[in-house]
């Protein structure tokens, strides 16, 4: 038995997913046009990503139950992804994607044995490394919207919003500071539990 399983890998991209949720409607549909630099994504193409990245390794584990890569057509499949992110998409639109996809992955998450999650999927020749868990490929879909989530903040700040992460670790530095928590009581939090905190957030602690 795994220490940290199917049901573990299924609440944490949840968590993962939700903050996600709370960035695309917290930006306002007249910034979703806005890109960093010429030859970034936009927000709105950025959040289309986000949503469809979960389909390749459903794809993989789900559909196909591979066991190798080798012969795998990669180049069609993410030319695929690039060509519909340049579609235009309304807010709406996106969310609905980002819910959808959320939940199914979730689910298909979910329904993983251990042992299948322990199952090796190998790559093809001369990639390092030449194998990985399904377990890793699957929490990679996490940590791969995690690093676009993290993006998405920095372009929420040039456009003239605080990320919601930030105002709430803000609103506890405050309440720490005063030595009281929002209820004003009194509130003792031991190192292990704000790590815990921390892990079950899918996220740092780090302001961004």
């Given at each position: ?97 980002l819910t959808e996809s959320g939940e199914r992955y979730a689910k298909f998450l979910e329904s993983l044995s251990d042992d299948f999650l322990g199952q090796h ?88």
């Amino acid at each position: 038995m795994n220490y940290y399983g199917a049901k573990d890998l299924a609440d944490s991209f949840r968590t993962v997913r939700k903050n996600t949720l709370v960035i695309a409607n917290e930006i306002g549909e007249e910034q979703y046009g806005f890109r960093p630099t010429p030859e970034t994504r936009t927000v709105a193409q950025m959040l289309f990503h986000i949503s469809v990245v979960p389909k390749l390794q459903e794809h993989i584990h789900g559909e196909l139950k591979l066991n190798t890569l080798e012969g795998f057509d990669f180049p069609g499949y993410f030319m695929a992804i690039m060509a519909a992110e340049q579609e235009s998409r309304t807010k709406p639109q996106l969310i609905a994607l980002l819910t959808e996809s959320g939940e199914r992955y979730a689910k298909f998450l979910e329904s993983l044995s251990d042992d299948f999650l322990g199952q090796h999927v190998s790559f093809r020749a001369g990639m390092t490394p030449p194998s990985k868990s399904r377990f890793e490929m699957l929490l990679g879909v996490k940590e791969h919207e995690m690093h676009h989530r993290a993006q998405l903040m920095m372009m929420e700040r040039m456009v003239g919003i605080v990320p919601h992460l930030t105002r709430d670790m803000m609103a506890r530095m405050a309440a720490m500071q005063s030595g009281k928590g929002p209820s004003g009581r009194l509130v003792f939090t031991t190192h292990k539990e704000s790590r815990h905190e921390s892990r079950l957030a899918g996220r740092t602690a780090c302001p961004t």
